[in-house]
């Protein structure tokens, strides 16, 4: 049974910061990987979708990378404003007896203080 | 992307009575439906997955007695929480997915069982 982590629980930096997010999965038999953005009390934003074949993929500020022999992607956020301020959550699409489906982990909190 | 509508995006109702939970995909139809759960800074936990036309199967430790799915249309599922205590009171999101195409995800139901 796939799972998924997500390290740290939360990150708070001031504006400006780079930073990085963590996920890790420990089923590397992967379709793929997508990285998500939750606002509160709201549902998702996808921001980044990283095939199994694929090794990162970027969308302006943010960078995503997938090491899936190691079970691990990394997302990268750029310049931090505080618009950024919200969960981002991973998920991994992999194979399992009842078909595909997502695995989500528990989040990071990310807060960017201006 | 997609559009996907829920409706409501929130209820508030007394222990014991049923909620009627509507997801649409707007533009494009939807041949599997997802329902996930989300409690209070937890990550989302898929519930149930539907084909249409077809019974819902649902996860492990999910009542289906309880959690009524219906996926009568391409375009429309819906999720009916019978008989709702307050530990039902969660954030519920649905998923649907054209073929093996991106799955998308709603804005969310909030239900507050009282």
């Known amino acids: 049974k796939q799972e998924v982590t997500q390290i740290p629980a939360a990150l708070s930096v001031p504006e400006g910061e780079n930073l990085v997010l963590n996920c890790s999965f420990t089923d590397s038999a992967i379709y793929n990987l997508q990285w998500f953005r939750q606002d509160p009390g709201k549902g998702l934003t996808s921001l980044l979708l990283i095939q199994s074949s694929q090794r990162e993929q970027t969308s302006g500020r943010l960078n995503a990378s997938l090491d899936k022999s190691s079970g691990r992607s990394t997302l990268y956020i750029a310049a931090s404003q505080p618009g950024d301020s919200a969960t981002y959550l991973c998920a991994v699409k992999s194979m399992e007896t009842s078909g595909s489906r997502l695995t989500f982990g528990e989040g990071t909190q990310l807060t960017v203080n201006p | 992307g997609a559009v996907v509508s829920q409706h409501p995006s929130w209820v508030i109702c007394k222990s014991g009575t049923s909620v009627k939970i509507e997801c649409r995909s707007l533009?494009?139809?939807?041949?599997?439906m997802f329902w996930y759960r989300q409690f209070p800074k937890q990550s989302l936990m898929l519930m149930a997955t539907s084909n249409e036309g077809s019974k819902a199967t649902y996860e492990q430790g999910v009542e289906k007695d309880k959690f009524l799915i219906n996926h009568a249309s391409l375009t429309l599922s819906t999720l009916t929480v019978t008989s709702a205590h307050p530990e039902d009171s969660s954030f519920y999101i649905c998923s649907p997915k054209q073929g093996q195409e991106t799955q998308y995800f709603g804005p969310g139901t909030r239900l507050l069982v009282l």
């Open positions: 533009d494009f139809q939807a041949t599997t």
